[in-house]
């Protein structure tokens, strides 16, 4: 696929698979691989294997496996264009001229960063209001009320959309079309679309950034009792909500090292949760996780603690997250702050992440993030405020809990939940328990769907051995494919057609890469030869090769032998026989010799 010489084999030259793969999947050092979760297949062990020598990655589990092009085009479903030029971006190379590129391509680019580059005007403009203006003074003591010093509106770019109606309008009137401001979300058109005026006004602004840090667009709380309280930047070319988590360009390197989120709703809780020192927060920026956040989490850790808000809204949304957060196969855990300040009269507030740090303290924040427990515990909390002293309210406890219940891969560990569920809630152990297998019966067939795992191991130790040199012993492939070759030895075996594209590629006069030899078989072959390739050994030497061939002559001379004694068997004429009976004899010498 990529031609020597080309941009695309440049590239390739240069990447970095581990680097590259490093992105979307955690990987950690194994022998002279890097293993990791799977990102094609749902799995709890890594069978998903990179080889920084080889530039190859390779799952022992579905059988995927390529060169650093083909598992970008599988994660990003996209054409090999499109994942060289991601890999190109990933890796600091620069890219052709954009001549090379398609005309709606380059328009849409271009489109593109001047978005950005009018989002990055915005959030200058914003600071600047908030900072020198008479209205940005009101903001100011409005964010220090919530205990928002200077250092944090600088840290986290605050700035402030002034009441005026069309000041933003006016600064960026000059510079662009009115399609574009109007395509930015930053500027609306009113409804009889004549007039255009500032999207934003009289709010707190927070620049959301994507996740390399670019802002992409504002979320903005109203300043006083304007009604929506929240108002964010609509879909544009640059911004999907769904596809954007607040505060990710900053967290992306402590979500690696401590390998675990915390997940909260809005960016005033994610920038109080960071404040407390706890750099590996999100937030979702929405009522509910949309998986496409999800999978961008998953690229980062799989581990989540997920701390809504306490309000019915935030609560459904928290269960629509963990739902879908199983479905991705994290490790959920949930943190139900308590609520604050039981006054004598009874009347305590709901604590949401922001408030509670504000009122109790950043280490009372951390105490109660290690704290939190499991999502089945959470669950099972929420199930028991529910009625369970009628059967019907406890069948509605057991319906609330059982859909996740369900999504425990375990088998123990589920049969754990249902002792502990029947215990707290009171159900009768047998009932549940037959509830239960029949989930257990529906998650199988979810099992089926899965691609089928590899059978033992294809080809004897002999066979694979000399496949593995065959693809990497610079200084005698040639003269080992020429040997196989001469004497059909890899005829008949499990692996011929493995052999046969090596015995090709050996005697070409280019060299070949495992993918491009890879592309000449059959996938089951393919995934046999990667699977070799993944295999730790030493390198091989001319001895050990010709002990394989010898093996292999054996077999042949084995395999000969078979057929003649067939042959014989079935009673030929007398010539035909005489002949048989002689090779026979030479075959046992050749046996005997060997
Ligand atoms: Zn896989």
Redesign the pocket.
Known sequence: MAEAGSFADRVKQQADIVRVVGEYVRLKKSGQNYTGL?P??G?KTP??AVHPVKQIFH?F????GGDVFSFVMEMEKCQFPEAVRIVAEKCGIALPKPKERSPEERKENQQRAVLIEMHREAQTFFVKQLETTGEGRAARAYLEDRGLDKEVITRFGIGYAPSGGDVLLRQLKGKYAEKLLVESGLVSRDQNGARLFDRFRRRITFPIANESGKIVAFGCRALGDDQPKYLNSPETPIYSKSNVLYHLDRAKDALRRQDFAVLVEGYMDAIAVARAGISNVVASCGTSLAEPQIKLLGRFTKRVIVNYDPDSAGLAAAERSISLLLEQDFEVKVLALPAIGDSPTGASKKADPDLFIREKGAEAYVKALKESPPYVDYLIARARQMDLTTGEGKLRALNYLMPYVQKIPNGLLRSEWATRISQQLRIDEPVLRAALSKAAVERRSEVKTR?ELVAGKAGKPAERRLIRMLAEAEDFKRELAQQLKQGRLYQGLETEKIFAALIVAGLADEPMPATEIGAMLEERDRRVFFEILFEETNEGTWEEAESCIEALRKRQVEQELAQVQREIESNPAGPAMRDLLVRKQELLKRRAAG
């Open positions: 799977c094609f297949h799995e069978s998903f799952c589990g579905c059988g995927k691609p």
